[in-house]
Each structure stands twice: as structure tokens, then as C-alpha cells.
């Protein structure tokens, strides 16, 4: 069975950090990485939570790349009132040195899109992906599916009475890749 190669877009918080783990051990698919936006956790922290999930998982060979600190217009405003201090529920997992790379998520995105069929699992605000198209429209149009955690139906929002955190957190993120 021919494995899908897919690249996770999150923002690691509790419910990201259980996508990544479950996802590794999927046989359907392949990680060949994970790119970090600001949303549940700031950057920076989702970064440090992808490291910890790799790392007990014995997977630190899938690269993580640092996207979008902001969204596209509106205030960030994080989701750590839910998620807890470090982003993953108090798990007080100890940090992982190092792993930092060279390229930011969108660059990354935009190098490995055009080189090969790739799906996205967009578990996350979609900022990474808007600026993707703003950067390089060609390598967005090249992404095999785009997988989203987002919205609602049928049901009321997280956020508010009608709002989803991850198109609330950027829905000017989410309406750019939509239109696209």
C-alpha cells in the first residue's frame, strides 16, 4: 500500500499534539513534516509541544518548521485558557534542545509543493497556507487535499455563538485559502 505524504499545519495545544501522534502511527500515511502557526499556543510554544510529541514519540526525524507568529489581520489571540500554561494541559514534559531549521513554514511549503504530491492535515488557523498563496500562488495550487479542523455544522462554535477557534482565531487566513 502506497503511503499518502502529508504535512501537518498546527498549532500545538492538546488536541493538535493527539493529531501528531496519531498520525505517526498511521500506516495510511506519511509525516514528511509538521509546520507551526500561531493559534492554540504562540508560535514559539507550539514549536517546543511539537518537539516534546516528537520525542515521545521516538519520531525527531520528521522536521518542524516555525510559521506565522500573527494572523493575517486581526489581533492573535491565544487558546491557553484551555490548553493550559505550556500549551499541552500542564504536561510539564521536559524541553527539547535544539531542532530549530533554516527555512520557515511557508518557505518549506512552497519548496516541497512543488517537487512532489503532498497533502495538507490543516489543523490550525490557516495563516500559514494564506501566506503561501500571497508568496507563491503556483505551489499552493500544486497541494494534493487540504484536510481542515475548522468550523462548524450544525452545531454552535467554540468560540462564540457561531465561531470555530481556528477560522475565528484568522478567518481572514481561512476566506483568502478558500477563495483561492
Known amino acids: 500500500m502506497k503511503k499518502r505524504k502529508v504535512i501537518i499545519d498546527c498549532d500545538p495545544g492538546i488536541d493538535d499534539s493527539l493529531a501528531i501522534m496519531l498520525a505517526l502511527k498511521s500506516p495510511e500515511i506519511e509525516v514528511i513534516g509538521i509546520t507551526i502557526v500561531c493559534g492554540n499556543s504562540p508560535v514559539e510554544m507550539g514549536f517546543g509541544n511539537a518537539k516534546k510529541i516528537l520525542k515521545q514519540m521516538n519520531r525527531l526525524d520528521v522536521p518542524i518548521y516555525i510559521g506565522e507568529s500573527t494572523p493575517l489581520r486581526r489581533d492573535y489571540v491565544n487558546a491557553l485558557d484551555t490548553h493550559g500554561e505550556d500549551g ?4 510539564f514534559l521536559p524541553e527539547v534542545i535544539g531542532y530549530q531549521q533554516q ?5 518549506f511549503l512552497a519548496d516541497v509543493l ?19 498563496i500571497q508568496k507563491d500562488k503556483e505551489a499552493f495550487s500544486c497541494i494534493e487535499e487540504i484536510v481542515s479542523m475548522g468550523g462548524s ?21 481561512a476566506s483568502l485559502v478558500y477563495e483561492t
Open 114 to 132: 512543488k517537487k512532489e504530491k503532498v497533502s495538507i492535515i490543516e489543523l490550525a488557523p490557516m495563516t500559514n497556507l494564506a501566506r503561501l
Open 153 to 173: 455544522f450544525k452545531s454552535h462554535g467554540n468560540c462564540s455563538p457561531v465561531a470555530e477557534y481556528n477560522y475565528w482565531c484568522d478567518p481572514d487566513g
Open 103 to 107: 527555512i520557515s513554514a511557508v518557505d
Open 88 to 91: 499541552l494541559g500542564e504536561s
